[in-house]
């Protein structure tokens, strides 16, 4: 049974460590095609497009399908260079949150800096700042209506330089352009002081005399963000759409093979890392498509393109995009609304995850500290579990009892297995023994340790958070600085060496019933799960250190208890005449 358990506790420390992130299934590719595939024929010729403007009816590609795909064309969808126009000027936007600055010449956003997170812990490092592209054509929010195309960029003329947003307050930010086609623009920009989020309303007005064709679209470039999070490299990091009701996420190494598109109900799509995000949040009906595409080696462009449509001459229609651009705290996702909060996915547990996040942010409403938050929260579980652990410990233990029974029943029948079985099993009925009942509750336990794990290791309440003494990021691996530099390590890292100590402990005072040979390799344990922990983040350690300290107190006094026991049967034996 110890073997087994050792096998078993192996399993789970692979999936956490190796496997876990890998057994999502993909995203669901939809068919990427050229753009002569689409049409179905070569591209048409200029004359025949003005044709079908002039007439009102859509070309061959439209009549295929209800989207623009020209700019796709299977293949890499870079922005194109532009020159910077010289009159085009920075627009900044200030609220409590955050402070924005639009670039007219395309009306994108040149930098968004969050206010209350910076990208290290020490006070002196910058604040984040959720855009790392130059490129006026790359920036997000860059409006189309060419299905995402940047040959010209139309400069929106703002109606002010700056708007300054208080806390409670609200503001508008007006910025007209006019195309070479004479089809004007009107942007209304909408911002909330005590949101993340902002809208986008587009009012497009076609003032000649001839229909046009016309396909609008909202894109977004980025690259991840800069940031010293030391658990990026578990969790996901790159372009993500909720669509149909599903999550997808894409890899930025699979968009190397070409672009993906997703067609249907688009909530929202977005780039993003285990911290934050920006997403862009469309309001034009139930069907859109999404498409994303690698244009560097770490950049990707997204674009959200609605369905082609006629604008017939002097009317106008209106296009709206939300957008948030921010941290991902479940509950401020919630609250925003447009199924944010779906981009807080915890897995395949994360029914339990969600809970236990509300519990460690319940604690900190009242400690004020996000370390003593994990302490209780692993106190409450492991309360929760008391029971069966316990009964889990004690048939371990009258298992360790029943060992040199075992022993003899193995020599005596060594050359009938079947017989040996049949003896063991009605051996375990007649003591009342369990041979499961040790593991039965470490596989319990499991689902809860997924969920708390994923919570530790992506909740963005830990990310900068202080503890005590030397912990003054849950986020970050422990390391106790000396002075000067140890290879690999820069630091002692106390914490996961007091959790393989607590291990070790706790295993010595558990009962085995393992063969010397077994009981060797179970030794082991403790050393390899305080490598594997050295650079986990500081709270799951923490949480793994309190976890080993209630056991080692659960086996004590369940020994006491059986020792007691124990005892009393004696004295009964020595009474009786």
């Known amino acids: ?69 020209a700019p796709v064309a299977g293949q890499t969808a870079a922005p194109q260079t532009v020159i910077v126009d010289e009159d085009a000027r920075d627009i900044t936007v200030d609220t409590p949150l955050y402070r924005a600055v639009f670039f007219e010449q395309g009306g994108g956003l040149k930098s968004f800096i969050l206010k209350k997170y910076r990208i290290a812990k020490e006070m002196e490092a910058n604040s984040m700042d959720l855009v790392t592209t130059e490129n006026p054509a790359a920036l997000p929010l860059v409006f189309s209506l060419d299905n995402g195309g940047t040959a010209a960029l139309p400069l929106f003329k703002a109606d002010r330089e700056s708007l300054s947003i208080d806390e409670g307050g609200a503001g508008e930010l007006q910025m007209s352009a006019t195309l070479d086609n004479g089809v004007v623009i009107k942007r209304v920009l909408s911002f909330n002081g005590d949101s993340y989020l902002f809208t986008s309303n587009y009012e497009v007005h076609n003032p000649g005399t001839i229909p046009l064709q016309l396909s609008p679209a909202m894109a977004m470039s980025n690259r991840p963000f800069v940031s010293d999070s030391s658990t990026s490299r578990y969790l996901f990091n790159g372009p993500v759409a909720f669509i149909n009701q599903e999550l997808e996420e894409v890899k930025i190494k699979k968009l190397s093979d070409g672009p993906k598109m997703y067609q249907g109900a688009v909530s929202w799509a977005a780039f993003e890392d285990n911290y934050f995000m920006c997403s862009l949040i469309p309001e034009q009906g139930s069907s859109s498509m999404v498409t994303m595409s690698s244009t560097g080696a770490d950049s990707v462009r997204t674009v959200i393109a609605a369905p082609a449509l006629t604008l017939a001459a002097g009317e106008a229609k209106v296009f709206k995009y939300n957008a948030y651009f921010g941290p991902k705290k479940l509950a401020m996702l919630k609250s925003t609304g447009h199924q944010l909060d779906m981009a807080v996915n915890f897995g395949w547990f994360d029914f339990l995850a969600k809970p236990m996040l509300f519990l460690l942010n319940f604690f900190h409403t009242y400690i004020g500290n996000y370390g003593i938050a994990i302490i209780l929260l692993t106190c409450l579980i492991k309360g929760v579990f008391w029971p069966i652990t316990q009964k889990g410990m004690k048939s371990m233990k009258n298992m360790q009892k029943l060992q040199p029974k075992v022993a003899k029943l193995k020599e005596k029948f060594k050359d009938d297995p079947a017989k040996m079985n049949q003896e063991m099993m009605a051996m375990y009925k007649t003591y009342k023994v369990n041979p499961i009942g040790g593991c039965l509750p470490m596989v319990i336990q499991i689902p809860f340790f997924f969920a708390l794990y994923r919570v530790l290791m992506a909740a963005i309440e830990l990310r900068h958070a202080p503890f005590m003494l030397w912990i003054n990021d849950l986020s970050a691996p422990d390391r106790l600085m000396i002075g000067f530099d140890i290879p690999y390590l820069e630091g002692i890292p106390i914490l996961t060496l007091l959790m393989g100590g607590s291990m070790y402990l706790q295993q010595k005072m558990t009962p085995t019933t393992a063969d010397p040979t077994q009981a060797r390799i179970m030794q082991f344990l403790p ?44 004295e009964e034996l020595t009474e009786k005449p």
């Open 1 to 69: 049974m110890d073997m087994n358990r050792a096998f078993l506790a192996i399993i789970i420390s692979f999936f956490i460590l190796f496997g876990y992130q890998k057994l999502f299934v993909p995203p669901v590719q939809a068919p990427v095609a050229t753009q002569g595939e689409l049409q179905g024929t070569a591209p048409a010729s200029p004359g025949a497009a003005d044709q079908s403007a002039a007439t009102g009816s859509a070309p061959a590609t439209q009549q295929q399908s209800q989207f623009s795909t």
């Open 527 to 570: 050393i390899v799960f305080t490598v594997m922990f050295v650079n986990f983040a500081s709270g799951l350690v923490l949480y793994w250190f309190v976890n080993n300290l209630l056991s080692i107190l659960q086996q004590q006094l369940i020994n006491r208890q059986l020792n007691k026991e124990s005892q009393l049967n004696k």
